[in-house]
């Protein structure tokens, strides 16, 4: 039986065997395999071939495949290393990895930085700090005037563009979230440290996102 369901994993397009990805990440083995679990409902809620695409992870996050959201889109493209247009099970454990509360804090800071770059040019421009304001409000379900996300967006950029020369790029980036951790504090997802038993509890599904009766034994 052992073999039969080993050699299933195998077929799984990009899947990887948990004690490897536990070797490259901040997670145990049976971390990887709680994560497995959860990958199949995501990867199988709307074309099960093993593999998650964008409306399975819009699905997963909004239980909505339709509601589009920049910062999802975001996310799903950095989970999306090879940019094939789906996620595979390495990809998604690798990612998930930034987020484990045992994740160098370097490693968060990075993706933090990756994800406000917008346009991949190596630096955050005042216009992509302004996108990704506004579709993390949206994403909170907050209506600010144009005037506030302005001020919003000139703070930040006095305060992070050290050089004033328009964009933040790494080394400032760095900087600014040392004055202000509260920027990566999502960046940890404390429930990623569960046993297998706890991953697949309704705690974590709601944190995740998924709806949790979709989930069930």
């Not at 536990?22 to 071939?49: C, G, N, P, R, Y």
């Not at 421009?125 to 304001?133: A, C, D, I, K, Y």
Request: proline letters at 3%; charged letters at 30%.
């Amino acid at each position: 039986m052992g073999c039969i369901h080993s050699k299933s994993r195998r077929n799984i397009p990009g899947y990887e065997e948990p004690s490897i990805l536990a070797s490259e990440t901040a997670f145990t083995v049976s971390e990887v395999e709680a994560l497995f679990q959860l990958f199949k409902k995501i990867s199988s809620s709307i074309i099960d071939d093993g593999l998650i695409h964008k409306e399975e992870f819009q699905l997963a996050l909004f239980r909505n495949k339709d509601r589009r959201n920049l910062f999802a889109d975001r996310i799903f493209d950095l989970f999306d290393f090879k940019r094939n247009g789906v996620i595979e099970f390495g990809e998604f454990v690798r990612s998930l990895s930034v987020f484990h509360p045992n994740a160098p804090v370097a490693d968060k800071i990075s993706f933090a930085y990756r994800l406000y770059d917008l346009r991949r040019t190596g630096f955050i421009e005042r216009e992509e700090l302004r996108e990704m304001v506004l579709a993390l409000l949206h994403e909170s379900d907050l209506i600010l005037s144009e005037d506030v996300v302005e001020v919003i967006v000139d703070k930040t950029f006095s305060e992070a563009d050290t050089k004033g020369d328009g964009r933040i790029d790494q080394d400032e980036w760095k900087e600014f979230v040392s004055k202000n951790p509260s920027l990566i504090k999502n960046m940890t997802l404390p429930y990623l440290t569960f046993g297998v038993s706890k991953f697949r509890s309704y705690e974590l599904l709601r944190l995740s996102g998924v709806k949790p009766d979709i989930y069930e034994a």
